[in-house]
Each structure stands twice: as structure tokens, then as C-alpha cells.
Nanobody, 125 residues
Framework: QVRLVESGGGLMQTGDSLTLSCAAS????????LAWFRRAPGKERVFVAA???????YYEDFVKGRFTVSRDNAKSILYLHMSSLKPDDTAVYYC???????????????????WGQGTRVAVSS
């Protein structure tokens, strides 16, 4: 069982930058594929970004060039650095993880075993 705890959310203004963190309780953190999803008010959860155990990164189009996903394997922490924030980025952000035995599209929530409780980001105009 992997426990994921997000932090770093808050109330921001358009154009601000913010870094979210996701701490994992997993001794085999290095082998996990990790991802960020978000759920905006009244909308479905959508993929934001992911990083594999080998460091390959994937982004949804609407965050390319603004968001950066990274991981610190020594600390078992996943990060999402967000810049040029927009009101449309307002959402609850969730981190997710899956082990190496999981296959399937990296941008599908159903392909992840473990989820955090979410951290809220609100961006005002």
C-alpha cells in the first residue's frame, strides 16, 4: 500500500507560480510511475502530467510550457511546479501512483493504483 499526501495548494493570482508536493510512503518509490490529475469545480478529473520511473515526462496540452513535473527519489516526493497560473487552473490537484506491473495509458486515471486526498488551488483573475 502506498500512501500519498499532497501539499502546497493555496489561493493565487493570475500569473503567479506555485509548486505542489506529493510525499509518498513507499520504499520502492523509484519504481513508481507518478502523475498529477486535477478536478475543476463541476468538471471531471483530468490528467495534468506524469513522470515515469525512468524520468520520462508527459503533459496535457493545456499545461505544456507552464507546468513542470519532477521527482526526488531520495526523498520520495513528487513535484508539480506551476507557472503563469490562470483562473482555469483552479482545481483540486491529486497525485497518483502505479507500480511497474501496471500497464496502460499514462493519462488514464483508471490505470493508477494509489491516490492522494488532493490539494486545492484557486487562481483569481
Amino acid at each position: 500500500q502506498v500512501r500519498l499526501v499532497e501539499s502546497g495548494g493555496g489561493l493565487m493570482q493570475t500569473g503567479d507560480s506555485l509548486t505542489l508536493s506529493c510525499a509518498a510512503s513507499e520504499v520502492t518509490f523509484n519504481s513508481l510511475t507518478l502523475a498529477w490529475f486535477r478536478r475543476a469545480p463541476g468538471k471531471e478529473r483530468v490528467f495534468v502530467a506524469a513522470i515515469t520511473s525512468l524520468g520520462a515526462k508527459y503533459y496535457e496540452d493545456f499545461v505544456k510550457g507552464r507546468f513542470t513535473v519532477s521527482r526526488d527519489n531520495a526523498k520520495s516526493i513528487l513535484y508539480l511546479h506551476m507557472s503563469s497560473l490562470k483562473p482555469d487552473d483552479t482545481a483540486v490537484y491529486y497525485c497518483a501512483a502505479r507500480g511497474p506491473h501496471y500497464a496502460g495509458n499514462i493519462d488514464e486515471g483508471a490505470r493508477y493504483e494509489y491516490w492522494g486526498q488532493g490539494t486545492r488551488v484557486a487562481v483569481s483573475s
